[in-house]
């Protein structure tokens, strides 16, 4: 008992330092999640096919926010260790990398939002659905995805400085952030949805101009801070001077980041998948997962957030050359982080019998709902062990086995398994829906063994691996 309290329990000033980096990191996501799930029952008010319209768009926003996630997790990594360091300089140049790469993404993914919003809705679709039901939804879908291609832009821009801000361990500027950009989106929401406030009534379409208002809030405010905090930012100054980036850096960044862009877009793309498989089933299944992720997403910022926390103080570490040190407090937070998973599993499980009533659907979607809450639940803290193993392999470094480990599972495990039992069975949409859910107990193993291998324990920013230039910082 006390190996086991000595391996995987820390003292009070260790949970002390590790709440102070998380809890502003949890908060921000749980407000942004509860102002979504707010948006999603105003939407849901109008109707059925107004919300499945809105959940299809939000799958491809899904994707796009994954694969700028992807992008700026590569030299995010890079950024985590140089700041252990202590080297600005080296923050600097993963900074114009992230900047440049989400750039490009951001110009990718409006292009294919504006030329194939009537292709990617209708993949959605059943074909067995009231033929009228069907346009309905193509009709919200594309005047939605119209609109939110424009938040794109700077929701990219904000990513990009929201990563670099926290690998320095401060988390609070964008909670704030997001706090302000949540609080107007409420407002506009109410507003334009239902023409309330002296707003016109604009139904799908105000909930989409209510969210691309807010991200360009919420990336201004970290934006204007970083830039106004010089002291605290060392590496923000001359940044936009030139778009110097080493060479050997900027070769190790593409070698360790292209694995994770493609993981996190194939990642996104995977799951967006099994939501497609799920909606060969009918729109009342769209509808019911749309319900339940609304509500689960609440509590998964939990161990979504301690992962990405995992990422940031394990990294840190590693980049000091505190691999000992590393080692045993990638032990005590992982099992935090599913430790607290399962006491946040078990608050959620409580809403699944009258959260789905708040909605103006049929009961068949309501009953629906209410059954996925509970399994995604149940399945907590499982995703909670494989997301903090996910972020322990990518804090050193281990790109292409963090590919192998996330994209391997969901495209050749996840996905087959989703497609086959709803193409070719009859196996009810419930029980289907457990099965691909808990087929994560699979991942978990595997997590286990690359976690416990060391094969992660690298400084990849050491000396002998310093950039040199003649920029100043």
């Not at 909605?359 to 639940?377: C, D, F, G, K, P």
């Amino acid at each position: 008992m006390n190996s086991f309290r000595k391996k995987y329990i820390g003292d009070r000033a260790f949970y002390k330092s590790v709440l102070i980096m998380v809890i502003p990191m949890i908060l921000q996501s749980f407000v942004t999640n509860l102002v979504s799930m707010v948006d999603n029952i105003m939407v849901g008010q109008i109707g059925t096919e107004q919300m499945s319209s809105v959940s299809i768009v939000n799958q491809f926003v899904f994707v796009f926010n994954i694969t700028v996630f992807g992008a700026v997790a590569g030299p995010g990594i890079f950024g985590a260790q140089f700041f252990g360091k202590g080297d600005h300089r080296g923050q600097k140049y993963t900074f114009r990398f992230r900047l440049i790469a989400v750039t490009a993404i951001i110009a990718l993914g409006m292009a294919v939002f504006y030329f194939f919003d009537d292709t990617l809705i209708s993949l959605f679709l059943s074909k067995d659905d009231d033929p009228a039901k069907i346009a309905d939804t193509l009709r919200y879908g594309k005047e939605y995805m119209f609109i939110i291609l424009f938040g794109l832009f700077p929701f990219g821009i904000g990513q990009a400085y929201a990563s670099v801000i926290r690998e320095c361990g401060e988390t609070t500027i964008p909670m704030i952030a997001s706090f302000s950009a949540v609080g107007v989106n409420f407002l506009l929401d109410y507003g334009l949805i239902f023409g309330k406030l002296g707003m016109p009534e604009m139904g799908v379409s105000g909930a989409a101009v209510a969210t691309v208002v807010s991200k360009f809030i919420e990336a201004a405010v970290m934006i204007v801070w970083a830039h106004t905090h010089t002291e605290k930012n060392k590496y923000i100054v001359g940044l936009y001077r030139q778009l110097y980036i080493p060479g050997d850096l900027t070769r190790n960044m593409i070698f360790k980041g292209i694995p994770l862009l493609f993981n996190e877009f194939l990642w996104a793309a995977g799951m967006s998948a099994i939501a497609q498989c799920y909606s060969v089933r009918g729109l009342d299944v769209v509808a019911a997962r749309n319900i339940s992720a609304t509500m689960t997403n609440l509590f998964s910022a939990i161990y979504i957030q301690l992962g990405a926390c995992i990422g940031i103080i394990v990294g840190a570490k590693l980049g000091a050359d505190k691999l000992k040190d590393a080692r045993e407090t990638d032990n005590k937070l992982l099992f935090f982080s599913v430790a607290a998973t399962v006491a946040a599993a078990a608050a959620a499980i409580p809403f699944a019998a009258f959260f789905p009533k708040i909605y103006n659907t049929e009961s068949a979607v309501r009953s629906l709902a209410a059954y996925m809450i509970i399994i995604q639940a149940l399945a907590m803290p499982l995703c909670a062990y494989t997301n903090a193993c996910y972020f322990t392999l990518r804090s050193g470094g281990k790109t292409a086995i963090t590919f192998l480990f996330d994209f391997g599972y969901t495209f050749f495990v996840m996905f087959p398994l989703a497609f086959v039992l709803a193409y070719f069975t009859k196996m009810d949409i419930r029980l289907l829906f457990a099965v691909v859910t808990f087929s994560e107990i699979i991942k978990v193993i595997i997590g286990y063994f690359m976690v416990k291998s060391d094969v992660w324990i690298n400084n990849i920013v050491s000396p002998d691996t310093e950039q040199h230039s003649t920029e100043t910082v």
